[in-house]
């Protein structure tokens, strides 16, 4: 299985809403990532999980909160979000985070819309 | 810091025609060089990637890049166009030191004509 999936594909939420973004992968993968892309933008890292540890955070505002539950599950959860915050979410893994050479895998992604 | 540049946000071509997109990168250090494509509303797919060892890597779908450390280069090519080739592509540098951090390009959107 070399697969990384995302739930749900789609989601609108309002500015109020708590809404949460999975993503699971069952590679034995030991790195997880979270990454926003704009329309017409390439992908920009949120956050890295290096054996669900919080390895790094690219100065992410707090109304983006991951959770890592185990080494196959990755969340990422909204709270408050701004219509700017609207983007594709892709979440990817890799053997080993410290392994710069090793390939990222991603998911589909999920399309958000902040009304 | 390293730092990606790919030329040309838009490439077009005839099916059956050499496919050349290209990507220059800053590095202080020996990079790890990779190509991925991202279909539409799709996520990304690895293309190839360049650690160390031969300089001509080969990937998938018919793609190979040569890694040239004279020129700073990584130019994506296939000799012969296909219309399911039609992405977008995304030349990525990682960050050797520390935990992997991929530095993107700002992608090549690659058009191809009947």
């Known amino acids: 299985d070399t697969e990384v999936t995302q739930t749900p594909k789609h989601l609108v939420m309002g500015m109020t809403n708590k809404k949460s973004l999975k993503c699971e992968q069952h590679m034995g993968h030991r790195a997880m990532y979270w990454y926003k892309q704009k329309a017409k933008k390439p992908p920009e890292l949120m956050f890295v999980y290096s054996y669900e540890k919080l390895s790094i955070n690219e100065s992410v505002p707090s109304r983006f909160s991951p959770e890592c539950p185990n080494s196959s599950l990755l969340n990422l959860h909204l709270h408050a979000l701004q219509p700017e915050d609207s983007a594709l979410y892709l979440c990817?893994?890799?053997?080993?985070?410290?392994?710069?050479?090793?390939?990222?895998?991603f998911g589909p992604g999920t399309r958000l819309t902040v009304l | 810091a390293q730092s990606v540049t790919q030329l040309g946000s838009h490439v077009s071509v005839s099916e059956g025609a050499l496919v050349l997109l290209r990507c220059n990168y800053s590095s202080s250090v020996p990079p790890y060089l990779f190509w991925y494509v991202q279909y539409p509303n799709q996520g990304l797919q690895l293309l190839l990637k360049y650690t160390t060892g031969a300089t001509l890597v080969k990937g998938i779908n018919g793609f190979e890049a040569e890694f040239k450390k004279s020129e700073t280069s990584f130019h994506l090519t296939k000799p012969s166009a296909h219309m399911s080739d039609a992405a977008e592509y995304f030349c990525?540098?990682?960050?050797?030191?520390?935990?992997?951090?991929?530095?993107f390009g700002t992608g090549t959107r690659l058009l191809v004509s009947p």
């Open positions: 990525a540098v990682s960050e050797g030191t520390g935990f992997q951090k991929l530095v």
């Open positions: 990817a893994s890799s053997q080993e985070g410290r392994s710069s050479y090793n390939e990222q895998f």
